[in-house]
């Protein structure tokens, strides 16, 4: 069954730190994309990536920045994270010309 | 930004009855999609409608879509208390980048036993 692992379902940090949440598709899906999705708000879509080594900004990517060393693999960093990035993030992977999105199960990031 | 807007926002039916969601965009598209999300949970993709089709069927679920109205819309039929998720519909654009999805705010489904 082809996976999108997010490292974590729940995660809680304090404001300032720096915090990584990981992804990792095992699907060989050159696309991968990370949204924050908030009440009321749907989802937004914060980085994603075409390709290793290459990153595009999405609607709100102030805040965050993200790496792609890896085919498989797509971080998203939150320099120093603040109480309005409380959220549920959410880690997608897709192939070119199929597309249907495959999500992670999500991590829910509470920073007090 | 959000492309699409499904309406109701919240629909509460019995078991066995439809459940239809409609959904509004504001581009031109390639494709419209539909997602379920269990509570919590990651998106499961459903159903792909693509712009020269009119309507789609896969099991309970039908989709049309009326790119002159840009509106789609999803019937699930004989719904089962399982089918109580939240459903979104994402359009991929017809310009630009054709593989980043726009989704709307949903539509929460809740079907009662």
């Known amino acids: 069954d082809v996976k999108v692992t997010q490292s974590s379902r729940y995660l809680v940090k304090r404001t300032g730190e720096k915090v990584f949440l990981e992804c990792v598709q095992d699907?060989?899906?050159?696309?991968m994309f990370w949204y924050r999705q908030d009440p009321g708000l749907g989802l937004r879509l914060i980085y994603f990536s075409y390709d290793v080594k290459m990153k595009e900004k999405g609607d709100i990517p102030e805040g965050y920045s993200v790496s792609r060393e890896k085919k498989e693999r797509f971080s998203l960093i939150l320099e120093s994270a603040s109480t309005n990035q409380t959220s549920m993030y959410l880690c997608a992977s897709s192939t070119t010309g199929r597309y249907g999105y495959t999500f992670g199960s999500g991590t829910r990031l509470t920073v007090v | 930004s959000q492309q699409g807007e499904e309406d109701p926002q919240a629909l509460s039916i019995q078991e066995g009855e439809n459940a239809t969601m409609n959904c509004s965009y504001k581009t031109s598209i390639n494709n419209l999609q539909w997602y379920r999300q269990n509570s919590g949970r990651g998106l499961v993709h459903l159903i792909l409608?693509?712009?020269?089709?009119r309507e789609k069927h896969s099991g309970r679920l039908r989709v049309t879509l009326d790119t002159s109205k840009k509106s789609s819309s999803l019937l699930i039929t004989a719904s089962r208390a399982a089918d109580t998720a939240s459903y979104f519909c994402a359009t991929v654009g017809s310009s630009g980048s054709a593989r980043q999805l726009t989704f709307g705010s949903g539509t929460q489904l809740t079907v009662l036993p």
């Open positions: 409608i693509r712009s020269n089709e």
């Open positions: 699907m060989d899906h050159e696309n």
